[in-house]
C-alpha cells in the first residue's frame, strides 16, 4: 500500500470517528436514556474497518467533490451496519459472544437493551441525513429512499432471512449464496458508492458503474469471510471462527473448498476493478479494493 494511500484511509476513518461521537452524543434532554446511548456507543466505538463510510468519501472524493459534505450518509451507512451486527449477534439470530475482540453488545448490556439499541442505531441514520446542512434537500431524499432500500426487506435484512432460511435447508446451491449475499452484504456496500456519487452530484451511468463495482466488490468481501473463517483464528479476527460450520451454513467453501473460493473471489475482484475505470481519480478505490481481498482479518 502506497503512503498516499495509507494517510487517505487513516483521514478518512477519523473523519468517521470524529462524527459518529457527534452524532450519537450527550445531552440534557437525552440524559434518561443514558443506558440506550451507552450501548449504542459501545457498538459504533468498537473499530471495525469502516469500510462502507470509506466508500462513500472514496466515491464522492473520485468525482471531485470534498469528501466533507457526505459525513452525514457516510456516519448513516456505519450506523445500519452496527445496528446489523448487533442484531446478528443475538441469540435469536447467531448467538455470538464476542464481536471485534470484545463481548457482544448484549452480553455487556444484556438482551433488551441490545434489542433496543440496535433498533435506535436503525433510525438514527435517516434523522442525520434529513438534518444535514451541507447536501440538498433533492440529494437528501435520494439517498434517504436508496439507504431505506438498501437496508430493508429487498436489502440487507431480506438477505439475512435467507441466511436464516438456508441453515435448514441442504440444496443450497451458488445461486442461492450469491443471492442471499448480495442482498445482507452487497447492498450496504452498494449504497455506500451510490449515495457518495449522489453527493458530488454523479450522472445515472456513473451511479449505476459504482453500483456494479460494489456488488461485486460485497461478493468477494463476503467469500473472504467465509475463507476466513475456516483459515483464521478468534485473536486475528476478533470474534469465534468455524461459526458457519457449527450453524450448518453453506458456504463458499463448503460448495467448492478454500482453494477455488478464492479463484472465485479474485475473479470477481477483476471484475470489479475494470468497473473502477468509469471513475478518473480512482487510484484510491483501486488500493482499497486490492487491500480487501488480500486482508486476514
Not at 483521514?11 to 436514556?33: D, G, R
Not at 459504533?44 to 462513500?56: D, N, Q, S, Y
Not at 447536501?135 to 438498501?150: E, F, G, P, Q, Y
Not at 473463517?229 to 463458499?252: H, M, R, Y
Request: net charge negative.
Amino acid at each position: 500500500m502506497s503512503l498516499n494511500f495509507n494517510e487517505k484511509l487513516a483521514e478518512y476513518i477519523e473523519f468517521t470517528e470524529a462524527n459518529l461521537k457527534k452524532y450519537n452524543n450527550y445531552t440534557k434532554e437525552n440524559a434518561p436514556q443514558k443506558s440506550l446511548i451507552d450501548a449504542m456507543n459501545y457498538s459504533l466505538e468498537a473499530g471495525g474497518k469502516r469500510i462502507r463510510p470509506v466508500l462513500v468519501y472514496a466515491f464522492c472524493e473520485a468525482l471531485g467533490a470534498d469528501y466533507r459534505i457526505a459525513a452525514a450518509p457516510a456516519c448513516a451507512i456505519e450506523m445500519i451496519h452496527t445496528f446489523s451486527l448487533i442484531h446478528d449477534d443475538l441469540p435469536s439470530m447467531d448467538d455470538d459472544d464476542f464481536r471485534r475482540g470484545k463481548p457482544s453488545c448484549h452480553k455487556a448490556f444484556g438482551e433488551a437493551c441490545a434489542v433496543l439499541a440496535g433498533d435506535a442505531l436503525s433510525f438514527l441514520p435517516f434523522e442525520i441525513i434529513s438534518e444535514d446542512t451541507q447536501l440538498s434537500d433533492s440529494r437528501k431524499v435520494k439517498i434517504i429512499s436508496c439507504l431505506a432500500k438498501a437496508s430493508g426487506r429487498e436489502g440487507m435484512i431480506g438477505g439475512q432471512i435467507i441466511d436464516i432460511e438456508n441453515e435448514q435447508r441442504s440444496d443450497v446451491d451458488e445461486a442461492n449464496l450469491r443471492n442471499m449475499y448480495r442482498n445482507k452484504t452487497g447492498q450496504l456496500i452498494a449504497v455506500s458508492c451510490v449515495m457518495g456519487c449522489i453527493c458530488a452530484g454523479a450522472d445515472k451511468k456513473l451511479i449505476e458503474a459504482a453500483s456494479e463495482y460494489a456488488f461485486r466488490l460485497g461478493l468477494a468481501f463476503q467469500i473472504i469471510d467465509d475463507i476466513l473463517d475456516v483459515t483464521s483464528t478468534a485473536e486475528e479476527l476478533g470474534k469465534p471462527i468455524g461459526s458457519d460450520a457449527e450453524e450448518n451454513k453453506t458456504t463458499f467453501v463448503t460448495l467448492f473448498g478454500v482453494e477455488k473460493a478464492q479463484k472465485i473471489a479474485a475473479e470477481i475482484t477483476d471484475e470489479a476493478m475494470k468497473l473502477l475505470e468509469n471513475f478518473d481519480n480512482n487510484d484510491f478505490l483501486v488500493e482499497l479494493t486490492e487491500m480487501l481481498l488480500k486482508r486476514t482479518k
